[in-house]
């Protein structure tokens, strides 16, 4: 009985959200699209048939919670390691005390790193050989994209699963099991907690169930007793014990290249004001000024091109401000070429152009310049023939002469297909002009 009282005084002492951590697959909550009924791992987990995997999501979306599931339901030996306190050394044992076990007892062996992310190459390598001959079943958990994190041979004898923040309606079926669970929970505590706390946390935990039950915790074990013996949590209250909102950002990992890309297509979608956003959630994360600042300059010359040929120069100009004034003030220009570029006119012809002109220069062998327009002026050129032939164009009515310019194979080739598209519209009637057998009227007309 002494134990017995003991044993619970000490889960009490665990945090909230250890306590109250699922210990049967039908208790977790969320991540449907993996763990339902019939899902690949679901099936797996049940049928204690688990192969090697990675867990990948961000914070509090349920990667130590699955392992524990794990632990509770595997009939094999469940070994947990924490990446940031575990080296080569403690690695390797775990791995050589599979070998034995499976050797001596035929017992199978699941080992849990978790942020195996934070492992670096040489004691990622340490697991790879008892991985390989199955000696352990490796279960990764990261909160980083495990293509750029985890090794590429590693990766390749892992099934990879992407958990995502936890909805609303997850997170509240967790707070409301916390408030009424007697025996892990809060339920023993007299708590009256309005539906506007119980919103608020939902809202403000970005999808993190760990974030929601410290700061259930906090305010209901911080907040005295009312007249009425109730604690009380309100709105406030909910307020108070929550950490200030962070923007969900990884400089080095895949959020990195999601937001960026989710700013060109803004961007290039002529959407000025989801680029803003974008272009916020980059800058309140601490993302490089300059970094955004060269995709721009690449969007103005891709997307804007010569629709509106001062798109690359309010791009480039926009990068020299942030260069010189810095942060915060840096952010105004930076938010001047975005909007400038989502609303002007788009073309990708000079994209488009100088990648139809590589292809070609790539697959000949000839790389020859027809003699006319070689250069003349080096010594003994002339004597070789060098710009014999050449027609100077400002010798000529509006500065325009025919002439050829391309090698004899490629008279008939067309790299720049003009748009019409602001200011391109006029190129393309300047070339229909000059060029009447290769350049037609645009294509594409402005809306």
């Not at 974030?211 to 406030?236: Q, S």
């Given at each position: 009985?002494?134990?017995?009282?003991?044993?619970?005084?000490a889960?009490?002492?665990?945090?909230?959200?250890?306590?109250?951590?699922?210990?049967?697959?039908?208790?977790?909550?969320?991540?449907?699209?993996?763990?339902?009924?019939g899902?690949?791992?679901?099936?797996?987990?049940?049928?204690?048939?688990?192969?090697?995997?990675?867990?990948?999501?961000?914070?509090?979306?349920?990667?130590?919670?699955?392992?524990?599931?794990?632990?509770?339901?595997?009939?094999?030996?469940?070994?947990g390691?924490d990446?940031?306190?575990?080296?080569?050394?403690?690695?390797?044992?775990?791995?050589?005390?599979?070998?034995?076990?499976?050797?001596?007892?035929?017992?199978?062996?699941?080992?849990?790193?978790?942020?195996?992310?934070?492992?670096?190459?040489a004691?990622?390598?340490?697991?790879?050989?008892?991985?390989?001959?199955?000696?352990?079943?490796?279960?990764?958990?990261?909160?980083?994209n495990?293509?750029?994190?985890?090794?590429?041979?590693?990766?390749?004898?892992?099934?990879?699963?992407?958990?995502?923040?936890?909805?609303?309606?997850?997170?509240?079926?967790?707070?409301?099991?916390?408030?009424?669970?007697?025996?892990?929970?809060?339920?023993?505590l007299?708590?009256?907690?309005?539906?506007?706390?119980?919103?608020f946390?939902?809202?403000?935990?970005?999808?993190?169930?760990?974030?929601?039950?410290?700061?259930?915790?906090?305010?209901?074990?911080?907040?005295?007793?009312?007249?009425?013996?109730k604690?009380h949590?309100?709105?406030?209250?909910?307020?108070?014990?929550?950490?200030?909102?962070?923007?969900?950002?990884?400089?080095?990992?895949?959020?990195?290249?999601?937001?960026?890309?989710?700013?060109i297509?803004?961007?290039?979608?002529?959407?000025?004001?989801?680029?803003l956003?974008?272009?916020?959630?980059?800058?309140?994360?601490?993302?490089?000024?300059?970094?955004?600042?060269?995709?721009?300059?690449?969007?103005?010359?891709?997307?804007?091109?010569?629709?509106?040929?001062?798109?690359?120069?309010?791009?480039?100009?926009?990068?020299?401000?942030?260069?010189?004034?810095?942060?915060?003030?840096?952010?105004?220009?930076?938010?001047?070429?975005?909007?400038?570029?989502?609303?002007?006119?788009?073309?990708?012809?000079a994209?488009?152009?100088?990648?139809?002109?590589?292809?070609?220069?790539?697959?000949?062998?000839?790389?020859?310049?027809?003699?006319?327009?070689?250069?003349?002026?080096?010594?003994?050129?002339?004597?070789?023939?060098?710009?014999?032939?050449?027609?100077?164009?400002?010798?000529?009515?509006?500065?325009?002469?025919?002439?050829?310019?391309?090698?004899?194979?490629?008279?008939?080739?067309?790299?720049?297909?003009?748009?019409?598209?602001?200011?391109?519209?006029?190129?393309?009637?300047?070339?229909?002009?000059?060029?009447?057998?290769?350049?037609?009227?645009?294509?594409?007309?402005?809306?």
């Amino acid at each position: 009985m002494e134990d017995d009282l003991f044993g619970y005084q000490a889960a009490q002492n665990l945090p909230l959200a250890l306590r109250m951590r699922p210990r049967r697959l039908d208790e977790v909550v969320g991540q449907e699209a993996i763990l339902s009924p019939g899902k690949l791992l679901w099936r797996a987990i049940v049928a204690d048939r688990l192969s090697s995997l990675i867990l990948y999501g961000p914070p509090g979306c349920g990667k130590s919670t699955l392992a524990a599931v794990i632990a509770e339901t595997t009939h094999a030996t469940f070994i947990g390691l924490d990446a940031v306190r575990s080296g080569a050394v403690e690695l390797r044992k775990a791995c050589e005390e599979a070998v034995e076990r499976r050797q001596l007892y035929g017992q199978r062996t699941l080992l849990f790193v978790d942020e195996i992310h934070r492992l670096n190459k040489a004691q990622q390598d340490v697991l790879l050989p008892f991985v390989e001959d199955s000696s352990v079943v490796l279960i990764g958990a990261t909160t980083e994209n495990p293509s750029f994190t985890v090794n590429a041979a590693l990766l390749s004898r892992s099934l990879v699963f992407e958990l995502y923040p936890l909805d609303a309606k997850a997170l509240m079926t967790i707070a409301q099991r916390a408030l009424t669970d007697t025996e892990r929970g809060l339920g023993q505590l007299p708590l009256e907690v309005t539906e506007e706390a119980l919103s608020f946390w939902v809202q403000g935990c970005d999808g993190d169930a760990r974030r929601l039950l410290n700061a259930l915790e906090l305010a209901a074990t911080t907040t005295p007793a009312g007249a009425d013996g109730k604690i009380h949590i309100t709105a406030a209250v909910a307020a108070e014990s929550i950490q200030q909102r962070r923007v969900r950002y990884d400089r080095q990992g895949d959020m990195h290249y999601d937001v960026i890309s989710a700013y060109i297509k803004s961007i290039r979608g002529s959407d000025p004001d989801a680029a803003l956003f974008w272009l916020a959630t980059m800058l309140e994360a601490g993302e490089d000024p300059r970094f955004i600042a060269r995709r721009m300059v690449i969007a103005a010359a891709e997307d804007i091109g010569l629709a509106e040929p001062l798109g690359l120069v309010v791009a480039e100009s926009a990068a020299q401000a942030v260069e010189r004034v810095g942060l915060p003030e840096g952010r105004i220009p930076l938010a001047m070429g975005t909007l400038f570029l989502a609303t002007a006119p788009k073309s990708n012809s000079a994209y488009l152009g100088i990648e139809r002109a590589s292809a070609v220069v790539r697959s000949r062998t000839d790389t020859g310049v027809p003699t006319h327009l070689r250069d003349a002026h080096y010594g003994g050129a002339k004597k070789l023939g060098h710009g014999e032939g050449y027609r100077y164009p400002h010798d000529f009515p509006g500065h325009f002469v025919h002439q050829t310019y391309l090698p004899v194979d490629l008279l008939d080739a067309r790299f720049f297909q003009p748009q019409a598209q602001g200011a391109e519209k006029k190129m393309a009637q300047r070339l229909g002009h000059w060029w009447p057998k290769r350049y037609n009227a645009p294509q594409t007309e402005e809306p």
